[in-house]
């Protein structure tokens, strides 16, 4: 155990060392000792987490329920496949015009195990640089070769294909469409060119669109009219939604082949109802919110302009804001003076991003104001003029 210790002393003094906390939240705030802050850090992108109606209107519903709601009984291949279950993937796959569309206990449940079930030993998955944990977790259980291209390099994509396409079957192309870290995009339009070129297949994640991107909250997909030339379209419930899951649109064939070959899928107790009815109830409802999509591309463009106005360095162009300053100690630093004036950011450090390239990274909602947005920057340039 000794060695332990040790290495946690390392992480502490590097500025490394991560603690849980006890927070609770309540509307867009978050409340942690005592203390009241603007919640900067969730992922609660359109606000329906601290959507007191939407919540209430859902409970209204369950008055006559007659399912298991608390408790699923069982993975979804035994007992636990509820009626919830096929409301949601039918209602899934008729919103993005696919066959079909499959729902997973999470994002990482849904990364792990698709392409480990989809790919062979005679395939090559080229994954972007940048890519979640979770995908470079799922790339690391599978039998497949796989290899990492440079972030949004579609050269270096192209060349990859080409030094590789005649020595596997098939080639997967994966990315996100929205990159958490630095708040960039994926060029859609071009990657789905790409891939009809050679013949491969495109996995999209649009965990941090979904709901946040589009007319009717359908993603980034669904910003460049893609939907329809990407293979797999996975998503989370977890973030804009506001609830627990992630689901997967694409063929029947792919459906129902992950159906008899993902062991994140068959090997897990299903989710209870509750959450499912409610994932179903919040995604009838994103195309209404056209108006908080709309004020949160608003808000994050003010931010990251000002922002840059003041000196400090962002990246990205959607709702994910960050500041990136450098080493973990600046973070560190930036981060405690924004929570003394009532702003909770956390700092994001090595592994998580590069060294070097420690940050803040800020996530707004629509039930954020422009004199908060003001109060953010003033904050942060202060704290560059002065350290």
Request: glycine letters at 6%.
């Given at each position: 155990?000794?060695?332990?210790?040790?290495?946690?002393?390392?992480?502490?003094?590097?500025?490394?060392?991560?603690?849980?906390?006890?927070?609770?939240?309540e509307?867009?705030?978050?409340?942690?000792?005592?203390?009241?802050?603007?919640?900067l850090?969730?992922?609660?992108?359109?606000?329906?987490?601290?959507?007191?109606?939407?919540?209430?209107?859902?409970?209204?519903?369950?008055?006559?329920?007659?399912?298991?709601?608390?408790?699923?009984?069982?993975?979804?291949?035994?007992?636990?496949?509820?009626?919830?279950?096929?409301?949601?993937?039918?209602?899934?796959?008729?919103?993005?015009?696919?066959?079909?569309?499959?729902?997973?206990?999470?994002?990482?449940?849904?990364?792990?195990?698709?392409?480990?079930?989809?790919?062979?030993?005679?395939d090559?998955?080229?994954?972007?640089?940048?890519?979640?944990?979770?995908?470079?977790?799922g790339?690391?259980?599978?039998?497949?070769?796989?290899?990492?291209?440079?972030?949004?390099?579609?050269?270096?994509?192209?060349?990859?294909?080409?030094?590789?396409?005649d020595?596997?079957?098939?080639?997967?192309?994966?990315?996100?469409?929205?990159?958490?870290?630095?708040?960039?995009?994926?060029?859609?339009?071009?990657?789905?060119?790409?891939?009809?070129?050679?013949?491969?297949?495109?996995?999209?994640?649009?965990?941090?669109?979904?709901?946040?991107?589009?007319?009717?909250?359908?993603?980034?997909?669904?910003?460049?009219?893609?939907?329809?030339r990407?293979?797999?379209?996975?998503?989370?419930?977890?973030?804009?939604?506001?609830?627990?899951?992630?689901?997967?649109?694409?063929?029947?064939?792919?459906?129902?082949?992950?159906?008899?070959?993902?062991?994140?899928?068959?090997f897990?107790?299903?989710?209870?109802?509750?959450?499912?009815?409610?994932?179903?109830?919040?995604?009838?409802?994103?195309?209404?919110?056209?108006?908080?999509?709309v004020?949160?591309?608003?808000?994050?463009?003010?931010?990251?302009?000002?922002?840059?106005?003041?000196?400090?360095?962002?990246?990205?162009?959607?709702?994910?804001?960050?500041?990136?300053?450098?080493?973990?100690?600046?973070?560190?630093?930036?981060?405690?003076?924004?929570?003394?004036?009532?702003?909770?950011?956390?700092?994001?450090?090595?592994?998580?991003?590069?060294?070097?390239?420690?940050?803040?990274?800020?996530?707004?909602?629509?039930?954020?104001?422009?004199?908060?947005?003001?109060q953010?920057?003033?904050?942060?340039?202060?704290?560059?003029?002065?350290?």
């Amino acid at each position: 155990m000794s060695d332990y210790n040790s290495i946690l002393s390392q992480l502490e003094e590097s500025g490394n060392l991560r603690r849980l906390r006890n927070t609770r939240s309540e509307g867009k705030y978050i409340y942690h000792d005592g203390r009241k802050y603007l919640n900067l850090s969730s992922n609660d992108y359109l606000g329906v987490a601290c959507n007191a109606s939407l919540q209430k209107n859902f409970l209204a519903t369950l008055a006559d329920e007659t399912e298991f709601l608390f408790g699923s009984t069982s993975s979804r291949l035994l007992t636990g496949n509820a009626p919830s279950y096929t409301s949601l993937e039918q209602h899934l796959a008729a919103m993005f015009g696919r066959e079909a569309a499959l729902v997973f206990n999470s994002g990482y449940h849904a990364n792990i195990g698709i392409l480990s079930a989809l790919t062979s030993k005679h395939d090559l998955i080229l994954a972007d640089k940048y890519v979640h944990a979770s995908i470079i977790d799922g790339l690391r259980l599978c039998d497949a070769r796989w290899e990492r291209y440079r972030h949004n390099d579609l050269e270096h994509l192209e060349k990859l294909i080409l030094k590789n396409r005649d020595q596997y079957k098939r080639i997967f192309i994966v990315t996100e469409s929205v990159f958490s870290m630095d708040g960039d995009v994926a060029d859609l339009v071009a990657l789905c060119d790409l891939k009809e070129k050679y013949g491969a297949t495109l996995y999209v994640d649009e965990a941090h669109a979904i709901g946040a991107m589009g007319a009717v909250g359908l993603g980034l997909c669904e910003v460049t009219q893609t939907t329809h030339r990407i293979d797999l379209i996975v998503g989370t419930f977890g973030k804009a939604i506001a609830s627990q899951g992630a689901y997967v649109v694409a063929s029947r064939e792919v459906v129902d082949y992950l159906i008899n070959t993902q062991r994140s899928l068959i090997f897990t107790t299903a989710q209870p109802s509750i959450n499912v009815r409610w994932t179903d109830y919040v995604m009838r409802h994103i195309a209404s919110m056209k108006e908080d999509r709309v004020m949160l591309a608003k808000l994050s463009s003010m931010l990251r302009g000002e922002l840059e106005r003041d000196g400090l360095e962002t990246r990205g162009c959607s709702h994910i804001v960050p500041v990136v300053v450098g080493e973990n100690h600046a973070a560190i630093s930036l981060a405690e003076r924004l929570q003394e004036n009532g702003f909770w950011a956390l700092p994001i450090r090595y592994p998580t991003v590069p060294k070097g390239e420690a940050r803040i990274r800020i996530s707004l909602n629509p039930q954020i104001t422009e004199v908060e947005v003001h109060q953010i920057v003033k904050i942060a340039a202060q704290w560059k003029q002065n350290g």
